[in-house]
């Protein structure tokens, strides 16, 4: 029997967790390092090993759980989950309004503003203050059950203490509906890593973030980084429900108050709303969002106007599926159609022929569009798109613009013309390869001057070394002229260089010499990035840099312990070699030392309770990802590999497992689980 103090112990660690997870994930505020947060996990997951029976289903351990067994279960609405009728200009706002202020027959009525946040509403219900289920809209009356997707998203909390919901006026029943959205930066980097495993990529967050809440597997959900925001709380009617709004009226007078209590009560409510007390400050609010649109970290498509009072939002009632006390004003669209006049190829930075639509110049959200890309071949073929075709081309956040989709229909004529791959490269003439199960083509030929181009542009921009100025224009004189021929190059343009350049005056020059002299002081990862190695983007740039420490080392590693870097794997690790054994590059990282670039970094103290131990991880464990335990092992100083020999020491098993473990038995390898790895961690 566990003794009451372990059981108050286990209760204390979990409201501490709870605390923190809510001051990182809810507020983006934390208070502890990372390293601080994970220990506190990590006592709480071995206390609750060693009392399973003190588990329970809303402790911050078991996020992760099992998957759903028989696919996704259909669960009925309390409430019908409505849509909103849309407005598109200020004339369509005010208009409805007028009406809001004819039908209300006040004078003055008060309205909530907040973003339309372009992701998928969700329903989520908590019975005695723990989540229970979580529901997508599906055709608004009938959902399906995601819950154990929706478990995995840290934003939502697993359980409210009722002396919260007391405080915040609130039954220990209740539902609340928000959106789930998958960040802008959580989208690239999935889309960064699908491309570089050679899967299809998501054309845009909102896609990405229903493909994610319907994901069979919890443990990819959770890899995924959603977020949840809160927007509307409904109590919950245990005696059955007759399906009249028994919305949040009867514990709050209006929306605003309703914002505030989900936000005391733990929920993420987003803190860009605003209370307007007439329609200027509405417009204002707006105005103010569609500017300041691409600064946010997410995709918004408008602001969602909703009148205040409840009393009267019950007196305007509903149309068939949607409320009139509250509209979507929807910004310009950021797609458009267009028609496609030809088909470019662009070279990249790899040799890599990217397939480029040249477009009738369509405006779309304030720019107009000329160029949009078609990704690769299996794109166009996927899209079924020919010369002469008209498309949609969508313009999302700061990427760049993409054809989503063939329109097809008696307003627009089919095109006739199919696209081919070059066979000699557009730019140099070079030769043009395909290797085998890659879907990219590239050019062959090293000294491609449009490498070179892409390189340079790659080296100097914004996420790598950060040189201003040192953009399209610039580049492509410096290059055609011969003045830069390779990145170590860039360090040594003159003045005088700079000067005799087209439309650079003595100004500009001195600011873009700053900025290289400036750049010299990027630390060491971005270099590595800035190399343009095949498959090492920024997050491998920088698990290079902290687990080697400096760019000598890095430069002599060889495949087997380049693979024990974190996410860096047998093809991976071949690249890195490749690129260091030509002499040209490794004369190139000398130049650039010469030149006074930083080529070290700080590397990342590790632990020594695995110094010197191996270790192979297979099938599935019961609470981790691979990588995490991988993490772990490697963090206490030992290596993982990806297979199983006389000197591997331990094989961590998880369920369905397979011959790695025949071997390891075969081999008399030891063969533990996961609670015999923590315990060796905690030794
Ligand atoms: S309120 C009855 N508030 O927009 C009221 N919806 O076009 C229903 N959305 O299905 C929704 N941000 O997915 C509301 N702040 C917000 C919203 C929002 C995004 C989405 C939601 C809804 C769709 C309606």
Redesign the pocket.
Known sequence: MPSERVQQQIEKLREEIRHHEYRYYVLDDPEIPDAQFDALMNQLKKLEKEHPELVTPDSPTQRVGGRPREGFVKVRHSVP????D?AYSEEELRSWERRVHELSGRKSVEFVC????????LALRYEGGKLVRGIT?GDGTTGEDVTSNVRTVRSVPLSVALEKLRKAGLPAGFEV?G?MLMPIASFKRMNEEREKHGLSVFANPRNATAGTVRQLEPSITAQRRLDF?A??LIASQESGGTGAPARAAIFFDNQWNMLNALDATGFKV?PRRALAKNFDQVWEFIGQWEEKRETLPYEIDGV?I?VNDFGLQRQLGFTGK??RW?I?YKYAARAGITLIEDILVQVGRTGKLTPVAALKPVPIGGTTVSRATLHNMDEIERLGVKIGDWVEVERGGDVIPKVTRLVDDKDHPRGHKSFHMPEKCPVCGGNIARTQGEVDYRCVNQKCPAKLRETILHFASRGVMNIDGMGDALVTQLTERGLVRDIADIYKVTKADLLSLERMGDKSAQNVLNEIERSKQLPLERVIFGLGIRFVGERTAQFLAEHFGDMNTLMNAGEEELQQVEEVGPRIAKSIVEFFSEPKNRELVEELRAAGLTLRGKKKERGTKLAGKTFVLTGTLANLTRDEAKKMIEDAGGKVTGSVSKKTDYVVAGSEAGSKLDKAKGLGVAVIDEEQMRELLSK
């Open positions: 989950m409505l849509s909103l849309n907040e973003l339309k946040l372009d992701g998928m509403s809209r509906r959106e925001f927007y509307i987003n969602v909703k949607a409320p509250a979507a």
